[in-house]
């Protein structure tokens, strides 16, 4: 998980499946192109505790991986049916408005 902030102080949370950072998704099917790269997602793992905090005060997160997808699902934080899938991989934006 990592977390940027914006120049006029919103954040964007990104979370991955540690094991899918440094890949780079491609979906040729759908058009789609994901570099889960270590500079926006981070390479840290954290605990569901110290994640939920940063995806409710947050203007939007960024959320890829089959693990953390179901995971978020299974919370209530997400829907499974507003996920979309590159390369096999779920992937999912919330945005807290």
Known sequence: M???ENYIGRKVVAISDPDIV????EDTDKGLELN???EFYG????EMSEI???IMHSE??????NKIIETLAAEKILDLK??????????AQIYNI
């Open 36 to 38: 889960v790269s270590k």
């Open 2 to 4: 990592k977390v940027h």
């Open 60 to 65: 939007n997160v960024n959320i890829i991986g």
């Open 52 to 54: 939920l905090p940063f």
């Open 22 to 25: 440094g890949t780079r998704l």
């Open 82 to 91: 507003n996920i979309t899938t590159i390369a096999g991989v779920k992937h």
């Open 43 to 46: 390479d840290k793992e954290f």
